[in-house]
């Protein structure tokens, strides 16, 4: 089920009173979503308090939070301590954890995460498994019966599931909830999104691995309180996620930040997307295992965190291969930076974990590579919650998608 943007709703056509009751429509929704927001981050908070943070007229959030009451999202605490000298202290309220619960599901190439969060996005319960093959459709509805069993396990009234975020591992449209190519999964052209939502009665939100880390770093890691920032994924693939102006940016398609399969710089082999010469192929973990296993460096079951580790006791080819990638992948940080101005430039992925070995040589090549201007403004840093921030990042789209608010904004 598509997300339900405002900036993406048409308005050409419409007759000026529908325009007035749309406008009216979003107006209240928004502010409801502010009130909602506010709660999450400030509670317990009196009704003052949250007009205060959220700029809005009191007799506006006095009839949103009676309204929240009355459908049981917002309790009343009674009073808090006295403030002032006169008057009588202002009655403290706070979201009912259980009001509502999300789900968010990180789908891997070799393992699946399943978080379960609570209306303040407080994590409920996770489990992790494996990653299946085989059929995608029957890989999803498997899924679906797990959350059902982790709902019914947790005691959660299954009408109160709100929404569930998806983040999988290649080319996703957003918009529609479609993974349009999961090449190491072997998924393509995939209803996801229509999928889990038909089953589970409840709205489905479906984006990429790099667009969830960006959400998830924007609102809890190192990028909290950036409203202009990238984050640069490589892992099994490479991918970009970019929040700009306070918004997640999904592009016209729902495709926006696959410089994976931008053209690299050098070489001309074939790439999953069906193209040649694509970055993912002379610098993604996918790569560097193939470039690994070719020389002989590591077994044929052996993975990235093989070659990091002959990295750091002292494999030169190891060290070369990942210093290799680390050029490449410093030459796309530029283009991230020239083209966005971000205020900070996130590394995640599992190649991240190399540190030095792979970060060095990428910082040297992006500060070779990238303008100096914006160089000057934007601060390169690692991501904070490493792997966490694929599920939580899940788990935040889900919450972002079912309250304007946080489609809309990023900001505290």
């Known amino acids: 089920m598509p997300s339900r943007d405002i900036e993406g709703t048409s308005r050409l056509g419409e007759p000026a009173g529908a325009l007035v009751a749309a406008d009216h429509t979003v107006v209240r929704d928004l502010n409801r979503s502010l009130v909602l927001d506010v709660l999450r981050r400030h509670g317990p908070i009196s009704r003052s308090g949250i007009a205060s943070v959220a700029h809005l007229a009191k007799p506006t959030v006095s009839a949103i939070v009676e309204d929240l009451i009355a459908e049981g999202t917002v309790a009343e605490l009674g009073p808090g301590s006295a403030q002032a000298r006169v008057g009588r202290p202002a009655i403290l309220l706070t979201l009912d954890p259980l009001a509502r619960f999300y789900v968010g599901l990180h789908v891997g190439v070799n393992r699946t995460t399943i978080l379960i969060g609570d209306a303040t996005g ?211 940080a530029s283009w991230l930076i020239n083209l966005f101005d971000p205020e900070r430039l996130l590394l995640g992925g599992g190649l991240v974990d190399a540190g030095d070995l792979l970060i060095g040589p990428l910082q040297r090549s992006m500060t070779a590579n990238a303008l100096p201007q914006p160089m000057r403004v934007a601060e390169v840093v690692p991501w904070s919650l490493g792997h966490e921030a694929k599920g939580r990042g899940a788990l935040i789209a889900a919450m972002r998608g079912a309250e304007l608010s946080y489609r809309l904004t990023l900001a505290r």
């Open 122 to 332: 407080a994590e409920l319960h996770r489990t992790q498994r494996p990653t299946r093959a085989g059929n995608a459709r029957q890989h999803l509805l498997a899924l679906a019966a797990r959350i059902e069993t982790m709902i019914e396990s947790q005691g959660l009234d299954r009408t109160r599931l709100a929404a569930v975020g998806v983040a999988l591992p290649g080319m996703v449209d957003s918009r529609l909830g479609t993974c349009l190519l999961a090449p190491n999964l072997g998924w393509r052209d995939l209803s996801a999104g229509p999928i889990l939502s038909q089953r589970l009665e409840a709205p489905v939100f479906v984006h990429n691995t790099a667009q969830v880390c960006a959400l998830a770093e924007a609102v809890e890691g190192a990028a909290d309180g950036a409203q202009d920032l990238v984050l640069l994924y490589a892992g099994t693939g490479i991918g970009a996620g970019v929040v700009s102006g306070g918004r997640l940016l999904r592009g016209a398609g729902g495709v926006a930040g696959e410089i994976g399969h931008c053209r690299a710089t050098v070489g001309d082999l074939p790439c999953t997307c069906g193209k040649t010469g694509c970055l993912e192929t002379v610098a993604s973990g996918h790569w560097l295992v193939s470039e690994a296993r070719r020389r002989r460096l590591i077994p044929e079951t052996g993975g990235t965190t093989d070659v990091i580790s002959l990295a750091r006791h002292g494999n030169d080819q190891a060290a070369e291969l990942l210093a290799g990638a680390g050029q490449l992948l410093g030459v796309a």
